[in-house]
């Protein structure tokens, strides 16, 4: 008896340990998942607002905000009318507005040079909104900071941009792709293209932490990102572009978005390209798809 008593006491300290390192992990994991999920790189410098122009807004709260705006430009004007640009680019009416949200350890200002080519391919004019906490702007970038952001650059397109509903469309890479369809589910843009999508929080959680901690993540989860979920319903066509390589959101994540969308619209899948090069590796294939999800190429 004295043996099995210790037999006994042993095992109970085992899973009392067992206990508390589950606890001590979960604790971590409802802690840290912010942290994890939105990493604002350190060493920022501005040098976009040569490619563009940068507009300042805000979020509720008065959360300072600011985002890169490129317009398309077509050709050079015989006579430069008042007001035009100093280069003398004719300034072309844009086709709709492309709003583009960048991962979570990406700036908005990498992605002037994209937009520039993106405007140039499709006509759109381009606005890149940066996040709070990101490139120099204060706060701390939260799951319901980020919904917050959102919805600010949708307005200050909507009321000081003057653009129509009917004429966004909503661009999102990686992160921003679940914070962009978010968005499309409460604004209904004219089109939703998701490069590098991944289908929920969760199902990213189980990539990157242990399986029982997965199992608590109603309960502890502080960010509710459901990309498939906001897909399903929603009332816009959903494009998907995803390298087939990537090591960081699996292609098959890319292919059950698409999948899970009511209107479903072009899928690409770039051969050899990996999380962050899919449009240099994609060539004429991505711009094509681009010009496709947003209805038509622009003219030469």
């Given at each position: 008896?004295?043996?099995?008593?210790?037999?006994?006491?042993?095992?109970?300290?085992?899973?009392?340990?067992?206990?508390?390192g589950y606890?001590?992990?979960?604790?971590?994991?409802?802690w840290?998942?912010?942290?994890?999920?939105?990493?604002?790189?350190?060493?920022?410098?501005?040098?976009?607002?040569?490619?563009?122009?940068k507009?300042?807004?805000?979020?509720?709260?008065r959360?300072?905000?600011?985002?890169?705006?490129?317009?398309?430009?077509?050709?050079?004007?015989?006579d430069?009318?008042?007001?035009?640009?100093?280069?003398?680019?004719?300034?072309?009416?844009?086709?709709?507005?492309?709003i583009v949200f960048?991962?979570?350890?990406?700036?908005?200002?990498?992605?002037?040079?994209?937009?520039?080519?993106?405007?140039r391919?499709?006509?759109?004019?381009v606005?890149?909104?940066e996040?709070?906490?990101?490139?120099g702007?204060?706060?701390?970038?939260?799951?319901?900071?980020?919904?917050?952001?959102?919805?600010?650059?949708?307005?200050?397109?909507?009321?000081?941009l003057?653009?129509?509903?009917?004429?966004?469309?909503?661009?999102?890479?990686?992160?921003?792709?679940?914070?962009g369809?978010?968005?499309?589910?409460?604004?209904?843009?004219?089109?939703?293209?998701?490069?590098?999508?991944?289908?929920?929080?969760?199902?990213?959680?189980?990539?990157?932490?242990?399986?029982p901690?997965?199992?608590?993540?109603?309960?502890?989860s502080r960010?509710?990102?459901?990309?498939?979920?906001?897909?399903?319903?929603?009332?816009?066509?959903v494009?998907?572009?995803?390298?087939?390589r990537?090591?960081?959101?699996?292609?098959?994540?890319?292919?059950?978005?698409?999948?899970?969308?009511?209107?479903?619209?072009?899928?690409?899948?770039?051969?050899?390209?990996?999380h962050?090069?899919?449009?240099?590796?994609?060539?004429?294939?991505?711009w094509?798809?681009?010009?496709?999800?947003?209805?038509?190429?622009?003219?030469?």
């Amino acid at each position: 008896m004295p043996r099995l008593r210790r037999v006994l006491s042993a095992a109970l300290v085992v899973a009392a340990v067992i206990v508390a390192g589950y606890a001590a992990l979960v604790a971590l994991v409802w802690w840290s998942q912010e942290r994890i999920v939105f990493q604002s790189p350190a060493g920022f410098v501005d040098d976009a607002a040569v490619l563009s122009q940068k507009v300042n807004y805000r979020a509720a709260a008065r959360q300072q905000l600011y985002a890169y705006l490129v317009a398309p430009a077509r050709g050079r004007p015989v006579d430069r009318p008042p007001g035009a640009p100093p280069d003398g680019e004719r300034v072309a009416q844009p086709r709709g507005l492309l709003i583009v949200f960048h991962g979570n350890a990406d700036v908005a200002g990498s992605w002037t040079q994209w937009a520039r080519r993106a405007s140039r391919h499709t006509g759109y004019a381009v606005l890149v909104p940066e996040y709070r906490g990101y490139a120099g702007l204060p706060g701390t970038p939260t799951y319901e900071g980020s919904r917050l952001d959102a919805r600010a650059a949708y307005a200050f397109a909507r009321d000081s941009l003057g653009v129509r509903p009917s004429d966004v469309a909503i661009y999102g890479h990686s992160l921003g792709s679940a914070i962009g369809a978010e968005l499309a589910a409460e604004v209904r843009p004219r089109a939703l293209l998701l490069e590098a999508p991944f289908t929920s929080a969760r199902a990213m959680a189980r990539l990157i932490v242990a399986r029982p901690v997965v199992a608590l993540w109603r309960v502890i989860s502080r960010v509710h990102y459901d990309t498939e979920a906001r897909v399903r319903e929603l009332e816009a066509p959903v494009h998907v572009v995803h390298g087939d390589r990537d090591g960081v959101i699996p292609v098959h994540m890319g292919h059950a978005v698409h999948a899970a969308a009511r209107e479903r619209g072009a899928l690409l899948v770039v051969h050899g390209a990996g999380h962050n090069d899919v449009h240099e590796t994609g060539g004429g294939d991505y711009w094509q798809w681009l010009e496709r999800a947003l209805g038509s190429a622009a003219e030469p």
